[in-house]
């Protein structure tokens, strides 16, 4: 059973960081690519960043590029996302994501394994 964890949510100033930490158990992990959604509060789950399976390719929503990065420790079957100069409106929960399929991109669609959440508080 294909299960996710994540961890280091929590309350922050605006203009300071977090790092979310997602661990990945159940499966080969380095298959797999994987990433962050977020969900606000009244709004849709949207996309935040993915990596590919071996860490070549990443992607970022436009309202996080140059502000967050996504990584990955195969060996230790985990994915980070380093959230620097974080805005109010980064407020959400943060949801870890992998892809069903080996070798294909994470849509966030049905063939998406997804963590329980971690909440990120932004402070004015």
């Known amino acids: 059973q294909v299960q996710l964890v994540e961890s280091g949510g929590g309350l922050v100033q605006a203009g300071g960081s977090l790092r979310l930490s997602c661990a990945v158990s159940g499966r080969t992990f380095s298959r797999y690519s994987s990433g962050w959604f977020r969900q606000a509060p009244g709004k849709e789950r949207e996309f935040v960043a993915r990596?590919?399976?071996?860490?070549?390719?990443?992607s970022y929503a436009d309202s996080v590029k140059g502000r967050f990065t996504i990584s990955r420790d195969n060996a230790k079957n985990m994915v980070f996302l380093q959230m620097n100069s974080l805005k109010p409106e980064d407020t959400a929960v943060y949801y870890c994501?992998?892809?069903?399929?080996?070798?294909?991109?994470?849509?966030?669609?049905?063939?998406?394994?997804w963590g329980q959440g971690t909440q990120v508080t932004v402070s004015s």
């Open positions: 994501a992998t892809s069903r399929t080996p070798f294909r991109s994470l849509s966030g669609a049905e063939d998406t394994y």
């Open positions: 990596l590919s399976w071996n860490g070549g390719t990443t």
